[in-house]
């Protein structure tokens, strides 16, 4: 089993940032690829931006490219999500995800899940 803890959500103007934190316990070896989601209210979840055991290889979802960067720390077994420029559509709870399931996009989401965090950003 894997468990994921996220924080750094919050309330941001529009034009601001914030970094997300994911730290995962537990079977780490799992944690080779990880990602971030976010559903909005009256929506599904949808993919964000998922990186590689090595770092090397990312991805991210086209509303976010540019503006979100996403990263990790192995020694620490924590991911990252650095989001500038944020717009109000950007407001959703965002989980944390390791084990990846399928490939890019990530439609088929991952094994395990956190339990999300607000981010809020008002116009």
């Known amino acids: 089993q894997v468990q994921l803890v996220e924080s750094g959500g919050g309330l941001v103007q529009a034009g601001g940032s914030l970094r997300l934190s994911c730290a995962a316990s537990?079977?780490?070896?799992?944690?080779?690829?990880m990602g971030w989601f976010r559903q909005a209210p009256g929506t599904g979840r949808e993919f964000v931006a998922a990186?590689?055991?090595?770092?090397?290889?990312?991805y991210y979802a086209d509303s976010v490219k540019v503006r979100f960067t996403i990263s990790r720390d192995n020694a620490k077994n924590t991911v990252y999500l650095q989001m500038n420029s944020l717009k109000p559509e950007d407001t959703a709870v965002y989980y944390c995800?390791?084990?990846?399931?399928?490939?890019?996009?990530?439609?088929?989401?991952?094994?395990?899940w956190g339990q999300g965090t607000q981010v809020t950003v008002s116009s």
């Open positions: 995800a390791a084990e990846l399931r399928g490939t890019y996009p990530y439609t088929r989401g991952a094994a395990y």
């Open positions: 537990g079977r780490t070896r799992s944690t080779y690829g």
């Open positions: 990186i590689s055991w090595s770092g090397g290889t990312t």
